[in-house]
């Protein structure tokens, strides 16, 4: 895997550190956030592969924060960690185009396959998503001088 950036939103420090250091201990460029605002400042100065962020955070929850990156046109791929047992929270979120979950407590094993499966999935669709726009560009083109060629053939016609 080429670029591990993860940015960890949450509130609680201790949290937040476990997992940095779990992920640092992996290779993994960590970047953390205590809220909503601070997650997106930090997205602004550093692209990230992944965001894995609490659901329940005072002031804007992470759902909040991905209705807010996703209204603004960004497709970074997030994940959730939730405290709490609430389905309705969970199907939001996967409804609003969460890529996974993970119920606190979890295994730290766990949390890392969550992260290296995400981050490899949204290399994928990028790596997809630059081939079908090499495809398509040429493509056009030659649909455009497929025109241009009738054009001056039809000019060539008139001529005669």
């Known amino acids: 895997m080429d670029c591990r950036n993860v ?4 509130d ?3 949290m937040l550190s476990l997992i940095a250091s779990a992920l ?5 460029s960590v970047h953390t956030a205590r ?3 601070e997650a997106l400042a930090a ?15 005072p002031g804007k929850s992470g759902i909040d924060l991905l209705c807010q990156l996703r209204s603004s046109g960004s497709d970074v791929p997030v994940a959730f960690i939730t405290g709490y047992d609430s389905n309705d929270a969970l199907l939001s979120a996967i409804r609003l185009g969460a890529c996974d979950f993970i119920q606190k407590p979890f295994n730290p094993e766990e949390l890392l396959r ?3 499966r995400n ?3 949204g ?5 997809l998503e630059a081939f079908v726009a090499s495809r398509i560009e040429p493509l056009s083109e030659y649909q455009r001088r497929k025109k241009q060629i009738a054009l001056l053939q039809v000019a060539n016609c008139k001529l005669r």
Request: aromatic share 2%; hydrophobic share 50%.
């Open 12 to 14: 609680d420090d201790v």
């Open 114 to 116: 969550m992260v290296f």
């Open 43 to 57: 997205l602004a100065a550093n692209q990230v592969d992944l965001i894995l962020s609490d659901i329940s955070m």
């Open 123 to 127: 290399r994928l669709r990028r790596e």
């Open 35 to 37: 809220s909503s605002a």
């Open 7 to 10: 940015l960890i939103v949450d």
């Open 24 to 28: 640092s201990d992996q290779g993994v």
């Open 119 to 121: 981050v490899e999935a």
